[in-house]
């Protein structure tokens, strides 16, 4: 209940008073602040968990696909050494983009950052997809089960979103995908690796997906595990968005570069696209440390290459032994793998907090589990190993 000021503390205004008055009445009790009516429509992003405590083991956090790697001791050292954030960072992010102009053979302008590739997301679709002055929400068309911020992101920019089923192997049914597209459809998102099932979307598939989508839908290609492929037949998104004028790459350095906490990540699209971005882009999105710690990283690739491809082997180590277990387990190309637990997938998320792992579940329809330590993955393959309703599937 409001408290009664004195009148002249309010500037003397009667009507101030008989408001205040009106309002903490039991008669006339006001309604509460409502959010806009989306709100309460959208899912709410479930963060990765971190592990139980348990006696005589050491915890591990799998429910989230961050890289259990710190960054280089260069980009250590290269935050440590920042002292101007008593000042605004550079809006455009300028040496970040120059470093990345150069390090993916891209002019400078054609790259737009953001915080994280998830900043970066919201940023597209904030400028080509929303509700038009007809009352009409414009559509974005994406697999599903896909990154599970997809439906938030897009549910904010006020867009209506259109879910296509993935195909049992945990691929987009990119055919599906492409008879979806109406007029109203402005957006298509595609996550390769797909978070949270794993594989990827090949060249030529692709390619012909784009040919057979109208030149006015914007195509994102989310590639926020890029580093961790290993498939010959990958798409590229930036050899795609050279050739198509309406396709927007997305990449990250919070997976492979270790540098989730900073939030950095960006866009590369063309003119035609990216001169509408840098209207809706997030002024200080990349903070003068973040960007500092990535362009250091980038300065240092080798290193990280190295780091990526321990995990790369530690992940091929634990598909191998889980299909060795008899385990179903979708090609697997990025940090994590999946388990097509169904209804199960509750119970083994338990049984995983109780050995010191946290896992990811998704409701009924499956768990993620990323790729941790030697020790946290060894473990996590210990429990398959006994665990008797491995998912079959071919």
Not at 158 to 177: C, F, K, N, W, Y
Not at 213 to 218: A, E, H, K, Y
Not at 225 to 238: K, L, N, S, W
Not at 297 to 310: K, M
Request: one cysteine or more.
């Amino acid at each position: 209940m409001l408290s009664h000021a004195p009148v002249k503390e309010l500037g003397g205004s009667r009507r101030w008073a008989s408001r205040l008055e009106a309002m903490t009445t039991t008669d006339n009790v006001p309604e509460g602040v409502l959010p806009r009516p989306v709100v309460d429509r959208l899912p709410k992003y479930a963060a990765g968990k971190p592990p139980a405590a348990i006696e005589g083991l050491t915890s591990y956090k799998l429910s989230s696909n961050e890289n259990p790697l710190p960054p280089i001791p260069a980009v250590l050292q290269a935050i440590a050494d920042q002292t101007d954030i008593n000042r605004y960072p550079d809006p455009l992010a300028t040496k970040l983009r120059n470093a990345l102009a150069g390090f993916l053979d891209v002019p400078a302008d054609d790259v737009v950052t953001g915080a994280g590739s998830l900043g970066a997301l919201n940023q597209i679709l904030a400028t080509f997809a929303g509700q038009n002055e007809d009352g009409k929400q414009d559509e974005v068309i994406y697999a599903w089960r896909s990154f599970e911020a997809y439906p938030i992101c897009v549910g904010l920019a006020g867009a209506a979103s259109v879910q296509i089923p993935l195909l049992s192997d945990g691929r987009h049914d990119l055919e599906t995908m492409a008879a979806a597209v109406t007029v109203r459809t402005k957006v298509i998102l595609l996550c390769t690796p797909n978070n949270p099932t794993g594989p990827i979307l090949t060249a030529e598939e692709t390619e012909q997906f784009i040919q057979a989508v109208p030149p006015n839908v914007v195509v994102v290609i989310d590639e926020a595990y890029q580093e961790f492929v290993r498939d010959a037949e990958a798409v590229d998104g930036i050899k795609l968005y050279r050739k198509y004028p309406n396709v927007v790459v997305l990449r990250t350095f919070s997976k492979a570069h270790g540098l989730a906490g900073l939030r950095v990540g960006y866009s590369v699209s063309g003119p035609l696209l990216t001169q509408h971005l840098r209207v809706t882009a997030t002024p200080f999105a990349v903070s003068q440390i973040a960007e500092r710690a990535a362009v250091t990283s980038l300065e240092n690739f080798d290193q990280v290459v190295e780091r990526v491809q321990s995990l790369v082997d530690e992940r091929d180590r634990v598909t191998a032994g889980l299909r060795e277990l008899g385990w179903f387990v979708p090609e697997a190309q990025g940090n994590f793998v999946w388990l097509n637990l169904g209804e199960h997938s509750g119970e083994f998320a338990a049984l995983a907090a109780g050995q010191a792992l946290s896992v990811r579940a998704f409701g009924n329809e499956g768990v993620r589990v990323s790729i941790g330590e030697v020790e946290a993955n060894t473990r996590f393959l210990d429990l398959c190993a006994g665990y008797t309703k491995a998912p079959q599937g071919s």
